[in-house]
């Protein structure tokens, strides 16, 4: 191969008589620099653009959520499989038959994975405040276990989520949309109107309840800061009107995320019917596969830049090959084989290719990480979950571009190669 690698090496960075090939050449390693750079600084926004998503989803839901297709499964009374026991069994029991939510969730907690299990509570508001209403989704929370789980209440701008625990008039944590939209501040005061409503003399009456805004997160995604609020499991109950223990489902956090749906898997086999559980992969799936038909689609019509690149060096070898017809014939005709001949042409493809894909990598990985340490690209607010242009380089995929591009190289280097191989030296020489 040395000899090959000699002669490929010497045409390269020789003098030409026809400069034109020596800029077909340059615009051959330029344009596969371009392709390769373009696509790394892409990916790398397209990887941040999905990480800064799934993150903030994970900030404001739970891994596993464990669902009941019995609403009451959890409400403190003596289930059926429970009441087989005698009155001095259930007198010795007492606590566990009168709540079964603990035992569920001492389940969960069991799990390997599960690092934290949380009951919780949802339902759909009217929120009124003297500057307007609109409609809400509030989720009933346990404040000391939601506090530590859930990211989104753990780092508010303002506010404290253990405060919804606190005693006299219930507390709410909104997003920090809906408090600028009707002026809002922590211990403001705002009515919740609850769907159920309540019996009473004159007909059915809406329930009305009062709550002071002890607290405001951010999370980045409009619909979470514009329509969700949080508040205790106490204060949803009452709201509600649920009896004592009822909830919605629990939430599970676990110390993987990825691991989520066979995480699900386990709790759901464990617990078996009426439960059934869910994983935050499976809910966001149509998001999460719309963004990676999105990065292909990208990843295609970028390579088109590296493949106009190859077919520079098509055009560079075939002309390469009618300047050197005598060097060919003379070393065929000194002993060097068809595949000889097949194989310098093919390393001076690669060569172009492989400084091509270097400047890519230097231009594009310089490039995201300019990006990346100085923001200098903002985002229209309001669009975007994020303000600034998000960057994130994973080594896989750039070594795949590398690899993408150096076989375009390699392909774009077979018919001249196989011309020059296939070159007479007597027909060569003729008229010389």
Known sequence: MGFERFIASRYLMSRRKQTIISVISLMSVLGVAIGVAALVVVMGVYNGFTSDIRDKILGANAHVTLLSADPAIFDPVDRPENAAGTEEESAEAGTEQASPLASVLAEIQAVPGVKAATPYIYTEVLLSTARGATGLVVRGVDPLQAGTAL????????????????????????GKNLAARFGLTVGSRVNLLSPMGQRSATGFTPKIRSFRVVGMFSSGMTDYDSRLAYISLDAARELLGLPEGRVSGIEAFCEDPYQAREIAATIQKQLGPPFYAQNWMDLNASLFAALQLERIGMFI???????????????????????????????????????????????????????????????GLGLAWLLKKYQFIDLPPGVYTMDKLPMLIDVSDTLLIGVVAMIMCFLATIYPARQAARLKPAEALRYE
């Open 301 to 363: 019509v970028l390579a088109m830049v590296i493949l106009v690149g190859s077919f520079s060096i098509i055009t560079s070898l075939v002309m390469l090959v009618m300047e050197k017809t005598r060097d060919i014939a003379i070393l065929m005709s000194m002993g060097a084989t068809a595949g000889a001949i097949r194989r310098i042409f093919m390393l001076q493809g690669l060569i172009i290719g492989m400084v091509g894909t270097g400047i890519g990598y230097v231009l």
């Open 151 to 174: 990211q989104l209440l753990r780092d508010m701008p303002a506010g404290d989520a253990r405060d919804l625990a606190r005693e006299g008039v219930p507390g709410i944590v909104i």
